[in-house]
């Protein structure tokens, strides 16, 4: 059984700084393709980073510069360092998994990640 358990989020001020993290079991982050999504309120969930066919990491352009990604292969846990937040970061923030086998390319929609974990609040505010 696969499960994706996020932590880390809350509440911080614009320009600040918070770190998420995704601990996963029953599947391995190199047999498919991982990131980092977000919901915000009224909106249409959306990649933020992922590691795409090629173990590139890719990032949407609205945080390049700001997040990192980064994984703990032994423990099976991916954390997404987020600098210089912004009110527009403000949202449900879901580490996902493509099905094993499967990758995303230059773009990772949200309709190819076959796991999801329930997801982090971040908000950021003024």
């Known amino acids: 059984q696969v499960q994706l358990v996020e932590s880390g989020g809350g509440s911080v001020q614009v320009g600040g700084s918070l770190r998420l993290s995704c601990v996963a079991s029953?599947?391995?982050?190199?047999?498919?393709?991982v990131g980092w999504f977000r919901q915000g309120v009224e909106k249409e969930r959306e990649e933020v980073v992922w590691i795409d066919s090629l173990s590139t990491t890719r990032y949407a352009d609205s945080v390049k510069g700001r997040f990192t990604m980064s994984e703990d292969n032994p423990r099976n846990t991916l954390y997404l360092q987020m600098n210089n937040l912004q009110a527009g970061d403000t949202a449900i923030y879901y580490c996902g998994t493509t099905a094993p086998g499967t990758y995303c390319g230059t773009r990772c929609s949200p309709t190819n990640i076959r796991y999801w974990g329930q997801g982090t609040q971040v908000t950021v505010s003024s």
């Open positions: 029953g599947i391995n982050f190199r047999s498919n393709s």
